[in-house]
């Protein structure tokens, strides 16, 4: 589980792979999130299937980063094809470098850094454990950048932060239906 160079991003847009795009948001951070997940799942080019989803959080205490690792989380667990290889975009630096450089080292010192303990350890290993067997590569985009795929997201879980997506996807198929796309 690596940040993606562009060599290996050449290698895999041009076979069958997911392209997920996650964000998360916090109302008053911290205070009720949302988290929000647009799957794409491709072959070269080819948009074979696309799916948004988002949730809201149970607690009304929540932080923006905990929302920004649901949504992770939930795309990972999401992807019903574990072979195909996964390109997981997110405009959260602490989610990215979390996973990719400080989560092996938590994971050794017992889940221990120098001013306590790691914060959302319980979310840390529920990513951790979903990723397990999959192939994920990791992408940095800048959020509010025009990034197409970032905005949807960005929209989703401000709407889920504030309950305007009580039913997940089914909310979202009722007020999106454009964002739902199936090859026949």
């Known amino acids: 589980m690596t940040s993606i160079n562009s060599a290996d991003r050449a290698t895999i847009v041009a076979g069958r792979h997911y392209l997920i795009a996650t964000d998360g948001s916090c109302i008053s951070n911290p205070g009720p999130g949302g988290w929000a997940v647009v799957k794409?799942?491709?072959?070269?080019?080819?948009?074979?299937q696309q799916a948004p989803n988002a949730g809201r959080s149970q607690s009304l205490m929540t932080t923006n980063n905990q929302m920004e690792m649901m949504a992770v989380i939930m795309a990972v667990e999401g992807i019903r094809e574990p072979e195909t290889?996964?390109?997981i975009q997110a405009d959260s630096a602490y989610v990215l470098d979390g996973f990719t450089v400080y989560l092996p080292n938590w994971k050794t010192n017992g889940w221990k850094v120098s001013k306590g303990k790691v914060q959302n350890r319980d979310l840390?290993?529920?990513?951790?454990?979903a990723c397990a067997g999959k192939t994920i590569y990791w992408e940095k985009i800048k959020g509010h950048s025009g990034h197409g795929m970032n905005e949807i997201t960005d929209v989703l879980a401000k709407k889920a932060a504030i309950g305007k997506l009580p039913k997940g996807q089914a909310s979202i198929r009722k007020q999106h239906p454009e964002l739902f796309f199936r090859r026949p």
Do not use: V
């Open 40 to 48: 794409q799942l491709r072959h070269g080019d080819q948009l074979l």
């Open 85 to 87: 290889p996964t390109i």
């Open 124 to 129: 840390w290993e529920r990513l951790d454990a």
